[in-house]
């Protein structure tokens, strides 16, 4: 075997993404709220986009064009005519100060000076805003942590030591738990503290509130909620010490069994035990509740017909000065002022463009949708249809994988709630009669058959498999297994309602 060394040349073909159309492709699957942090980035990064809100007719460019609207650059100068006759050149600026001091020369040429700053009274208008802002801010919760420190000030510090107290508590997880083993605590605490003591820390550490802080299990934070007011405390005990199993797969003969407790007494036990905490530190936890915000609104007008608005609201208006192109016609402008003008006015419009290219895409492909799935808008979700994203392509023109992008993370407000895009697509299957019905439908068929069963005597999966046949729907019985799994239902044996 000869092995060669050389060059060559062969044809080959690549394909290749540009960046405007990479830029358009992340626009198009941004929601609302992430497409304003985009655009408020966009901002302040590129001087060359001013909100149309914030436009001044006094500053010379009433007529400013709007989102969307095409804008031809001017002529360029001759002289920058025979340096790039047809392209232009993009070259990053060498370094930050260059580019600084360039900006700082553009912004004496536009008259950016003195007399173009804030007012002193504008200035403290703005800082009083912020400081009532941040005085109507929700103050931070506080912690498990600090709660127990609080509760040490009452504390007999003669018999309790307080610090290695603070140690213990300093190694309590978000749920009130104590993962660490204590022997790893006594060897971390850097004094010369027995296991009995640190064990001692602990119980002394188990008596403060809330009751269950500082367990090492589920069972231990359960019986350390028990207290002499329980109601049938000694049966809570047994239960959470021997039968927790049992409970959680519904086997109550089994625990009747081997207590001899009647079924009622159980109950009531179960009763008790379902409204300990099993979680009592998660109450510290600040959990900041998620709101969603719609991308697309879907009404009924007067006529029976559903209408299609975006909600663009949230979106600043921005355009491109004709200032700054016509700083572009200065004959004296130096080449590389000239270019970071041209990049920074190309990085604007191709913004421009991709926010307008969104709308447009996300608003055909909500039209395409709505009208294949009026069924669930007229009469419930139960009336879905079956509906690929390729059908929605097809309609629209567009590539799937834009239909993809378009649905990605958006909500549409309908007069049936509020639904993820994506909530209108699925696969389905054919009914007894030959009829295509989505899965979202068999779904719904499902709940109503385990909502109206004899809960004394549920229905097995295999019941169900023969209960939606006779409805003509028919399915395997894995099928059943999965979606009633993922409808959050238990088994039979877990549903069964045993008698007292």
């Known amino acids: 075997m000869q092995l060669n060394l050389g060059t060559s040349m062969r044809p ?70 025979v340096e790039k006759p047809e392209t232009e050149l993009v070259i990053e600026p060498k370094s930050a100060e260059e580019d600084f001091e360039r900006m700082e020369a553009l912004s004496e040429d536009w008259g950016l000076n003195e007399e173009s700053r804030p007012s002193a ?88 509130e809330p009751l269950g802080v500082g367990a090492r299990s589920l069972e231990e934070c359960l019986l350390l909620q028990v207290t002499r007011e ?90 491109i000065s004709r200032r700054y192109f016509e700083l572009l016609r200065d004959k004296n402008l130096d080449q590389k002022t000239r270019e970071l003008l041209q990049r920074k006015i190309q990085s604007a419009k191709w913004l421009i463009d991709a926010i307008e290219q969104r709308r447009t895409t996300l608003m055909k492909v909500t039209k395409a949708i709505i009208k294949h799935q009026r069924a669930f808008l007229d009469q419930g979700p139960e009336h879905i249809e079956p509906l690929k994203m390729q059908q929605i392509a097809d309609v629209v023109g567009v590539h799937v994988t834009t239909v993809s992008r378009a649905v990605d993370d958006k909500w549409v407000q309908t007069p049936r709630g509020i639904f993820p895009l994506k909530r209108f697509f699925g696969g389905g299957t054919q009914t007894a009669s030959g009829e295509e019905v989505a899965w979202e439908t068999i779904k719904q068929k499902l ?30 019985r894995r099928t059943v297994t999965k979606y009633r799994k993922m409808l959050g239902i238990q088994s039979s044996r877990q549903r069964k309602v045993w008698a007292e």
């Open 230 to 319: 329980t109601p049938h405390r000694d049966v809570v005990r047994a239960l959470i010490s021997t039968h927790m199993e049992d409970i959680q797969h519904n086997r109550l003969n089994v625990i009747q069994k081997k207590t001899g407790y009647d079924m009622h007494t159980i109950h009531e036990a179960i009763e008790v035990l379902k409204h300990l905490n099993p979680k009592p530190g998660a109450q510290f936890v600040s959990n900041s509740t998620q709101y969603v915000v719609p991308d697309i609104i879907v009404e009924k007008n007067e006529h029976g017909e559903y209408e299609v608005r975006l909600v663009d609201d949230w979106t600043p208006r921005i355009y």
């Open 121 to 208: 009274n504008r200035v403290s208008e703005e800082m009083d805003k912020k400081h009532d802002a941040m005085a109507n801010m929700a103050a931070r919760p506080q912690s498990l942590q600090e709660f127990l420190t609080d509760q040490l000030a009452y504390v007999d510090t003669e018999i309790v030591n307080l610090d290695l107290l603070r140690y213990v508590i300093s190694h309590l997880d978000e749920r009130g738990y104590l993962p660490t083993p204590l022997e790893d605590i006594q060897r971390s605490y850097g004094q010369d503290v027995s296991l009995l003591q640190v064990e001692q820390a602990l119980e002394d550490l188990q008596g403060l």
């Open 12 to 81: 080959e073909m690549l394909q290749t993404i540009s960046p405007r159309m990479i830029q358009s492709m992340e626009i198009l699957q941004l929601p609302a709220m992430a497409l304003l942090e985009r655009v408020e980035h966009e901002l302040v990064e590129n001087p060359f986009l001013e909100r149309l809100d914030e436009a001044n007719p006094e500053d010379g460019y009433p007529n400013t064009p709007e989102l969307g609207q095409e804008i031809e650059p001017p002529e360029p100068a001759p002289e920058a005519a």
């Open 447 to 476: 709940l109503d058959i385990i909502g109206n069963e004899d809960k004394a005597n549920p229905l097995s999966d295999e019941d169900l498999v023969t209960k939606l046949s006779e409805s003509g729907y028919p399915v395997a």
